[in-house]
């Protein structure tokens, strides 16, 4: 099993978004960076464990946990002309996007934030701490997810 950071825009998909889904389930699509993309398609499993972080709002930082449940498969929405995914350059014999299933699995207690996290030691060498660190999907160490997790589970 590896972990992951996965980060959305809250006013486009929020974790309680997640959580309110069809089984508490969605299609984790619309990544368009080809280091996030070789993840979703090579590297992340059914079963991986995922933080869910929120960006780009006024509470950012690792809302709780999901968990993938379907591995890596072409991202449909760059077929569709009318998404704002389409990709012209990618088709069904050639996809060149991909997307994963993730499942709302446990809500913290409360918001890890992006300045707790900075000032944790053990957090230090997180990717998302690093600077010019910007992918939407990003690997995590399992240290890195266990003090996330008890950070988030502690009132």
Not at 5 to 14: A, C, N, R, V, Y
Not at 97 to 119: C, G, H, P, S, Y
Request: charged share 25%; net charge neutral.
């Amino acid at each position: 099993m590896r972990y992951w950071l996965f980060k959305s825009e809250p006013g486009e998909f929020s974790f309680d978004d997640l959580k309110n889904s069809p089984q508490s389930t969605t299609h984790w699509h619309g990544v368009r960076n080809y280091q996030a993309r070789n993840f979703l398609r090579d590297e992340i499993k059914v079963g991986d464990q995922v933080l869910f972080y929120h960006s780009s709002s006024e509470n950012v930082g690792v809302m709780g946990v999901a968990e993938v449940v379907k591995a890596g498969y072409p991202d449909a929405t760059a077929w569709e002309v009318e998404s704002l995914y389409y990709d012209p350059t990618s088709t069904p014999e050639n996809p060149r996007w991909f997307m994963v299933d993730i499942r709302w699995k446990q809500a913290f207690k409360r918001l890890v934030t992006l300045q707790e996290i900075k000032n944790t030691p053990a957090l230090q060498n997180m990717k998302l701490v690093q600077k010019g660190m910007r992918l939407s999907v990003q690997p995590v160490t399992k240290e890195e997810f266990e003090k996330i997790c008890e950070m988030g589970t502690r009132p």
